[in-house]
């Protein structure tokens, strides 16, 4: 514990530093040699070793479970096979490891990293998601993975998944980003043509509803008291303090993503302390 103080000290000492530099640096994202992203330590911690963490994950795949259990009940005799959609990353697979690797080898998210983490097979379950898709899998349930993983790591993914024990590891199971289109939804309704999709789970809330697409803090939060009826039920989120959209609209005006380069370290912690409320 005394250790984990002085580090923390040492992080927020780093952090007025790192902020003092002003929003004028060049982009150093994936290589600041001041240390990597100190503002993670504290929800990788969170993902990693809070038991509240776990209950909240076995908390969703109870609800989820419960809202298929009901759908096998109500099921008419003729109609569409059952199914969920579920994302990957946060919700079903736990990539925390990679994240304290970027950050003990000083560096934030970068494409070339992320491809070696997937490449490796190695990421971990998140608590509860093998019980409950096994448990899916032996009601006849399909089980549909839409991620937005380049389909480059289709194969290591599905490696991954399998060696875990999930089930359904097939191809046609899997829906994978193309053509960098980042919005879900074109995926589900292709799936919904032949399927009744009774749950779709996700930790990033486009991975559940089209109205989440590139929309602005503001946005994301009007939408999700107008979706109010649907969480818990059709719509299952899991919990993820370290990285999404969320965080993602704080700093980018989605309209213009693609015109405006991702800010530096630097300018996301002057960006993160602005947004923070206080009295
Ligand atoms: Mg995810």
């Known amino acids: 514990m005394k250790y984990f103080v002085i580090y923390l000290a040492c992080a927020a000492f780093s952090f007025v530093i790192l902020s003092a530099c002003g929003a004028n640096a060049v982009d150093q994202a994936s290589s600041d040699p001041s240390g990597g992203d100190s503002m993670d330590i504290m929800s990788n911690l969170y993902q990693q070793k809070a038991a509240e963490y776990k209950a909240l994950c076995l908390q969703a795949y109870n609800l989820a479970q419960q809202n298929v259990s009901d759908s096998i009940k109500a099921k008419r005799k003729m109609g569409l096979p059952l199914a969920v959609i579920t994302d990957l990353d946060e919700t079903a697979l736990d990539n925390s490891a990679y994240e304290v690797w970027l950050y003990k080898h000083h560096m934030t998210y970068d494409s070339a990293s992320w491809r070696h983490w997937c490449d490796s097979a190695i990421a971990d379950t998140v608590p509860g998601s093998l019980s409950f898709f096994n448990w899916a899998n032996d009601r006849h349930i399909a089980i549909f993975y839409v991620s937005?993983?380049?389909?480059?790591?289709?194969?290591?993914?599905?490696?991954?998944?399998?060696?875990?024990?999930?089930?359904?590891?097939?191809?046609?199971?899997?829906?994978?980003?193309?053509?960098?289109?980042?919005?879900?939804?074109?995926?589900?309704?292709?799936?919904?043509?032949?399927?009744?999709?009774?749950?779709?789970?996700?930790?990033?809330?486009?991975?559940?509803?089209?109205?989440?697409?590139?929309?602005?803090?503001?946005?994301?939060?009007?939408?999700?008291?107008?979706?109010?009826?649907?969480?818990?039920?059709?719509?299952?989120?899991?919990?993820?303090?370290?990285?999404?959209?969320?965080?993602?609209a704080l700093y980018h005006d989605f309209e213009k993503i693609h015109q405006t380069p991702y800010p530096t370290l630097q300018q996301r912690d002057s960006i993160r302390l602005s947004n923070l409320h206080g009295y």
Not at 166 to 171: H, R, T
Not at 213 to 238: C, H, Q
């Open 148 to 248: 937005n993983r380049d389909t480059a790591v289709l194969q290591k993914t599905m490696q991954n998944m399998s060696h875990l024990g999930f089930p359904q590891i097939d191809a046609d199971h899997f829906y994978f980003e193309t053509g960098h289109l980042s919005s879900k939804e074109p995926r589900r309704d292709t799936i919904e043509k032949k399927y009744n999709v009774v749950a779709l789970l996700g930790d990033n809330l486009i991975d559940l509803d089209a109205a989440f697409d590139k929309a602005s803090t503001a946005t994301r939060n009007d939408e999700v008291y107008r979706l109010r009826e649907k969480w818990g039920r059709r719509y299952i989120v899991f919990p993820n303090a370290v990285y999404g959209d969320w965080e993602n």
